[in-house]
């Protein structure tokens, strides 16, 4: 009984080193920051656009972006294209530029904190 707990503690221990350095994973030429390739990469592998559009239609529209997305900004200046909802596409846009806080095109280690809190069991992106 001992042995699982103990094994049990581990792994809960490990899950959180891992999650809290995941945005880290994302810099592969290891430079220390994230580009926009390696953003829609790395978060584009989470999944999380398709958490956000109920209806499975690849856009979202307002009363989606509402349920979560709201810290990122206003729907109705979120359809970058004018297509009338908001992609994949545009999504990671918007969020790339959420992280990247002070705009060099790039997320470095201090702007990555930010996406781990939103990718968190609380943070906005957790579903």
């Known amino acids: 009984m001992i042995k699982h707990l103990t094994f049990a503690v ?6 959180g080193i891992a999650s809290a350095d995941s945005a880290a994973t994302w810099d592969l030429d290891g430079n220390a920051a994230i580009d926009p390739n390696e953003f829609v990469a ?3 592998s989470l999944g999380t656009f398709s958490t956000f559009d109920g209806d499975a239609s690849a856009s ?3 009363t989606e972006w509402d349920s979560g997305l709201t810290p990122v900004g206003e729907y109705a200046n979120m359809d970058l294209n ?3 909802g908001v992609d994949e596409a545009e999504y990671n846009a918007l969020l790339f530029n959420r992280y990247d ?3 060099t095109g790039a997320i470095e280690q201090a702007e990555m904190a930010s996406i781990d809190a ?3 069991p609380d943070g906005m992106l957790a579903r």
């Open 10 to 15: 581990l792994a809960t221990a490990f899950a």
């Open 42 to 44: 790395g978060f584009g």
């Open 60 to 62: 979202l529209d307002a």
């Open 82 to 84: 004018g297509d009338g």
């Open 101 to 103: 806080t002070d705009g």
């Open 118 to 120: 939103d990718l968190a």
